[in-house]
């Protein structure tokens, strides 16, 4: 079966167990225990998060963690712990339910070695580092103060074009512009060099930052929603309440010059989308819309808290892709993004949710 399939199975037994009307309360839970696989001995201190989430914690001495407050929906849980390998759960969480989810990790060796001194690193390791920074974290103003912690752990692979990234811990990123500290699991990432595109797949865990300072906590909160508006997440929402136009958003539909994967100019314009035109539409159930077009769709964007007009195009990797009401996407790696987008990483994502439930 293949992957675009078991989603769509997934999110529809889920979508199946709710009730008629999507509710937006919730009071629910989620709890368990991490035990080592080998010895059935608890593992204290284990992260244990719903992926891209601020939902997490660590677990106690006993191994047993509780995330409380949980909204309803398909979820990553996720349980990471150095020297053990990273499991992964989806689950479909109802409103106001407890679920009981218990781990068994497996041990994994740590196979590097702390690269502590320059002359030690391997060869082209610090280029590859200003790379994979580039593609992973971004290039935007937000980029430029994003640390990440613990990068020493980075390992890099070059062969057949691909530069490959891996970390035998979660990395910590400090996003010192938006006042998260970010725990992210690097399951895969490959940067295709030839083509220029890149793919990754992550777990994060956000944390919010402390402080003292109100004018710092307003300037994160004023960097939050300078990072939200136009992004991906606030034009699909907008164009499934049909209030794109008033947004700030102009939409096309364009094709590509060539049949390159990542255009740099577009031939021509087909025509600036109608407002009868359904891009997104509802889906079958509740809670469910799909999104659907032809070749690929340039966006404009204006605010007057940007400088200058943001100009994204991007198309889709499947014929289509299943959104929620929150404006997320099921799929795995729905998009391929050129222009604007495509310059935006890790250090312009919000956790889930965000702005939701405030």
């Not at 605010?303 to 996407?329: T, W």
């Amino acid at each position: 079966m293949n992957s675009k399939l078991q989603i769509i199975l997934f999110v529809l037994t889920f979508l199946l167990l709710q009730d008629n009307t999507f509710c937006r309360d919730f009071n629910s839970k989620i709890s368990g225990k991490v035990i080592d696989k080998e010895t059935n001995e608890p593992i204290p201190n284990a992260q244990v998060y719903i992926s891209g989430t601020t939902y997490g914690t660590t677990t106690d001495l006993k191994g047993e963690y509780q995330i409380k407050n949980v909204p309803p929906g398909i979820h990553d849980l996720v349980v990471s712990m150095i020297s053990f390998k990273t499991e992964i759960k989806a689950i479909a969480m109802r409103a106001d339910k407890h679920m009981e989810v218990n781990f068994k990790l497996g041990q994994q060796p740590i196979e590097m070695g702390e690269i502590v001194v320059e002359s030690e690193r391997p060869e082209n390791w610090d280029r590859n580092l200003r790379t994979f920074k580039e593609k992973f974290l971004g290039t935007t103003i937000y980029a430029e103060d994003c640390e990440i912690e613990n990068e020493l752990r980075l390992d890099f692979e070059l062969t057949e074009g691909k530069l490959i990234a891996r970390a035998d811990r979660p990395l910590v990123i400090n996003n010192n512009s938006l006042g998260y500290k970010i725990y992210c699991d690097i399951i895969a990432f490959v940067y295709y060099i030839e083509n220029t595109e890149t793919k990754y797949t992550i777990m994060t865990r956000y944390v919010d930052m402390e402080t003292d300072d109100p004018n710092q906590k307003q300037q994160w909160e004023k960097n939050r929603e300078s990072a939200y508006l136009g992004s991906i997440r606030h034009f699909l929402k907008s164009m499934k309440k049909g209030t794109y136009k008033n947004d700030g958003y102009q939409v096309y539909h364009a094709k590509p010059a060539s049949q390159r994967i990542n255009p740099i100019k577009l031939e021509w314009f087909v025509g600036e989308i109608g407002e009868d035109e359904q891009i997104i539409r509802d889906g079958f159930l509740p809670g469910e819309h799909v999104l659907n077009f032809q070749d690929f769709l340039l966006v404009w964007y204006d605010h007057p808290n940007i400088g200058r007009r943001q100009e994204s195009y991007f198309m889709l990797n499947y014929y289509e892709v299943n959104i929620d009401e929150y404006g997320y996407c099921y799929e795995i790696l729905p998009f391929k993004k050129t222009g604007y987008w495509a310059t935006t990483g890790m250090a312009d994502m919000l956790p889930k949710y965000y702005g939701e439930f405030n």
